[in-house]
């Protein structure tokens, strides 16, 4: 099966060198060609992943040669050099996601893929949830907050850090799971959205992958000091709750390098770094990016 090869070897990418399998021209070229023919069609095209489909994990693959365009549940997903990509899925994804390629024939490969479902950490407490709802005031600070936060989310910086293996941004005692939840008398409350690291007031912690800060602010109301890294193609890690942040917005960082101390800035209880990561609406599990600590 020319399966693998498919993914491999025609794909986009570069320019400049013509693809090795295409004809030299030959005696057959004049006679069968129509004037307005329709593209030539692409042979069975696969793709090729590596990663796991599972709640709040990811993949990484080649699109099929020839796709122009690639989308996960009718969504679309950005496509790097040579048809590379990422795909992520969320806390509450699954069980099936589809993943489509169209190509440049007009022709479609459709993956579908089994996300695994997840065991989360649920606590039951026998006790009302607390009564939420903003109050205007509040939201006065918080909204603007808010935006800034989806804004610099939104940014498309180039960075190339989604490709790498994850590293801890500091090893220590988690002292929060991602997707860990409480449930009030039936009632569920917001799951944890990231992974809670508790190595002290003070520890530096790096950046896990490079990237580019696409914001680095003091004081917000909840988050307190807050980073975000943007590590290119719509995946992006967020740090909460620092001391101290050691870079600032558009600085370029790669994977290891100090970007902040832990503090407990914001709504904390104690220091810790939070560390969330999203790809898109996605919210991931930090863990299944970095393996487990040494
Ligand atoms: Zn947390």
């Not at 040669?65 to 969504?75: C, E, I, N, P, S």
Request: glycine share 12%; charged share 15%; hydrophobic share 40%.
């Amino acid at each position: 099966m020319p399966l693998v090869l498919a993914g491999v070897v025609g794909a986009v990418g570069c320019t400049a060198v013509p693809a090795p399998e295409a004809p030299a021209p030959g005696p057959r070229a004049e006679v069968t060609v129509p004037t307005n023919a329709a593209p030539r069609a692409l042979p069975p095209g696969s793709f090729t992943t590596a990663g796991e489909p599972t709640q709040g994990g990811w993949l990484r693959g080649t699109a099929p040669v020839g796709t122009v365009q690639l989308a996960l549940d009718g969504k679309p997903v950005p496509l790097g050099a040579n048809g590379s990509f990422l795909i992520a899925f969320d806390r509450d994804a699954g069980p099936v996601a589809t993943l489509v390629a169209t190509r440049n024939d007009g022709s479609r490969v459709t993956q579908p893929l089994q996300v695994s479902k997840r065991a989360w950490r649920i606590e039951h407490i026998n006790a009302p949830r607390r009564p939420g709802g903003a109050t205007e005031d509040f939201m006065a600070i918080r909204q603007p907050e808010l935006d800034a936060i989806a804004a610099a989310r939104a940014e498309d910086t180039g960075a190339q850090g989604w490709r790498q293996k994850f590293v801890w941004p500091v090893k220590a005692r988690i002292s929060g799971l991602f997707g860990s939840q409480r449930i009030y008398r039936g009632e569920p409350g917001a799951y944890h959205s990231g992974i809670d690291l508790a190595p002290g007031a003070g520890a530096t912690y790096v950046s896990p992958a490079d990237g580019v800060v696409v914001l680095a602010v003091q004081g917000y109301s909840l988050e307190g000091n807050l980073l975000i890294i943007d590590h290119g193609m719509g995946l992006n890690s967020a740090f909460l709750h620092s001391q101290t942040l050691l870079v600032k917005k558009g600085d370029r960082v790669t994977q290891g390098q100090p970007i902040g101390l832990v503090g407990m800035s914001g709504r904390a209880t104690g220091p810790h770094l939070h560390w969330s990561l999203k790809w898109q609406d996605a919210r991931l599990d930090p863990l299944l990016f970095t393996g487990p600590q040494d």
